[in-house]
């Protein structure tokens, strides 16, 4: 078939409104009754629990990682006892967030596209709805809260995880204080730092599950479609981690000046 | 559990208007048309076969019906309400009264046999014990109580279409609509299968439409019985024709025949002639 750029930009305009629609719905039916709580307790089990093994060792590496880097650049300029300074702000306002929410979507955005996208194709969402039960309150909405509320925490995790892993290599490797590691660091945070931390999770949260949800629930093609489906969803909620992660940036400094 | 509202009954069953009801009514994917201009009506206590070749639309009408998907345009009544006029609440409600058989019996494959055919009493807060009870009398009904703590992948494709119908009539729904329950079955399994939807229809009365590819089963529902002595399926007496059973057939999205099994039967019309033969 030959490339239409107007039927291409209609499917665009087409699935935005969609996704909208469907972000509308799921938030709406946060607000309203009936609420399936205990879909919700089983996603932030599946979500936040069964999250926690990566996001535990990519947060403590990362801090790892950043100390190391840091205190090679720092040492040129005689600023190697700055090495918390710099782990805690990097953890806390940037590197904590955009990590847990990559791994949270690599994880999750792919298992929730997956999941609705075979109960898609078996008909199963259909068979929900013939039952008289709206997918959108009994599937989405559940896991739209589940991520969002788990994420926030995950990301503490995160954070927390990679400023102990930057101390363990600052003293083990780099022979620093750890004294001087935490208090450079404590001082070094102000409030918006923490506000900025620990808004961005609350945005990849939105993201991980409507998106996730969005690619399932329009999954066709059988095995190959739900293939297909999660591949997409993990690189559309990836890269609107990373869009997000900028313009939250750029809100930021726009609020607090850092 | 969840905490979801018991599911309000505001439809109100008038026996004396048809049950469904489609008035020209048109739809169409992707520029292309799949039904065009039906108009036919499905009375209290009837039995509606739905026949016509691949493709011509049957299973979207069946969607139709359940208000899955809407129309382009026309209307459809179901229990002497349009679907258009109805908000998603409403026809979530009206979805409550309906039970639906799909054709590859759309069962939730992490869900065991008996959350299965139980997943409308627990949407509708049925307490436990008595949702237990009434699973076991559906899957009794379906001869199926043995399979209770199996999954829909351990059961085989006859099994898992009883466990579908079971599912759907738990909750002595006003209307059961059937796609193709005997699709990709073999002939005593689908025998089985008609054999059920025949003990339904004459145990409760139950409006319903079925759709089927193979003539044998409509014939088979037009002319057998339930016996509820014998608990079998047998010959009306004296060649005698079950006059709630009524056919439509499709062809290209149109309806080329409404009405009942001898003028079906008697048709002179050379399509539904061939196709018949």
């Known amino acids: ?258 | 559990m969840t905490e979801t509202e018991p599911i309000k009954r505001p439809f109100v069953l008038d026996t004396s208007q048809p049950i469904v009801e489609f008035d020209s009514v048109s739809i169409g994917f992707d520029g292309k048309s799949v039904l065009k201009d039906v108009n036919f009506s499905v009375a209290h206590a009837e039995t509606r076969i739905i026949l016509g070749p691949a493709g011509c639309g049957k299973s979207v009408l069946m969607k139709l019906a359940n208000g899955l998907i809407e129309p382009d345009s026309g209307e459809i009544r179901i229990f002497g309400r349009a679907l258009s006029s109805m908000t998603q609440g409403e026809l979530f409600e009206m979805r409550a009264h309906i039970g639906m058989v799909f054709q590859e019996s759309a069962l939730f494959d992490s869900l065991d046999v008996e959350d299965n055919v139980a997943y409308r009493l627990q949407e509708e807060h049925v307490s436990p014990d008595e949702a237990h009870e009434r699973v076991v009398q559906a899957l009794q009904f379906v001869e199926l109580e043995q399979a209770i703590d199996k999954f829909p992948s351990e059961l085989s494709g006859g099994m898992r279409r009883r466990v579908s119908i079971a599912r759907a009539i738990i909750s002595s729904p006003d209307l059961i609509l059937y796609d193709s329950p005997t699709g990709g079955l073999d002939p005593i399994t689908s025998t089985t299968i008609i054999d059920l939807v025949v003990k339904q229809r004459d145990v409760s009365h139950t409006t319903c439409l079925l759709i089927t590819h193979r003539l044998q089963d409509a014939f088979t529902m037009a002319t057998h019985q339930y016996n509820q002595q014998k608990h079998s399926m047998e010959p009306i007496p004296n060649g005698g024709i079950d006059p709630s059973v009524k056919f439509l057939v499709l062809n290209e999205g149109k309806v080329v025949f409404d009405g009942e099994t001898l003028e079906l039967t008697h048709s002179t019309d050379p399509w539904l002639k061939a196709y018949l033969e």
């Open chain 1, 1 to 258: 078939m030959r490339f239409s750029p107007e039927i291409f930009a209609k499917n665009i305009v087409a699935a935005v409104q969609e996704y909208s629609l469907l972000c509308a719905h799921a938030v709406g039916d946060i607000f309203s009754r009936p609420r399936y709580l205990a879909d919700t307790f089983i996603q932030m089990d599946s979500i936040g629990v069964g999250s926690l093994p990566i996001v535990v060792l990519t947060g403590f590496f990362t801090g790892c990682v950043l100390a190391l880097q840091a205190a090679v650049s720092l040492k040129e300029f005689g600023a190697v006892n700055m090495t918390g300074r710099l782990v805690a702000l990097s953890m806390i306002k940037e590197l904590g967030p955009v990590l847990t929410g990559l791994m949270v979507s690599g994880r999750n955005a792919s298992g929730m596209a997956s999941e609705l996208g075979s109960m898609k194709v078996t008909e199963q969402i259909d068979a929900m709805r013939a039952l008289g039960t709206d997918p959108i309150r009994k599937l989405v909405a559940p896991r739209l809260v589940a991520t969002i509320f788990m994420l926030f925490f995950l990301t503490i995790i995160s954070d927390a995880c990679g400023i102990a892993g930057g101390a363990l290599v600052a003293v083990g490797m780099l022979r620093l204080n750890a004294g001087a590691f935490f208090h450079t660091g404590y001082m070094s945070l102000v409030r918006g730092d923490i506000v900025e931390g620990l808004t961005k999770p609350l945005f990849s949260g939105f993201i991980i599950a409507t998106i996730g949800c969005y690619y399932g629930l329009r999954t066709t093609g059988g095995t190959r479609g739900v293939g297909r489906s999660t591949t997409q969803a993990v690189v559309a909620s990836s890269v609107l981690i990373i869009l997000m992660d900028f313009l939250v940036t750029q809100l930021m400094i726009g609020i607090f000046g850092r």
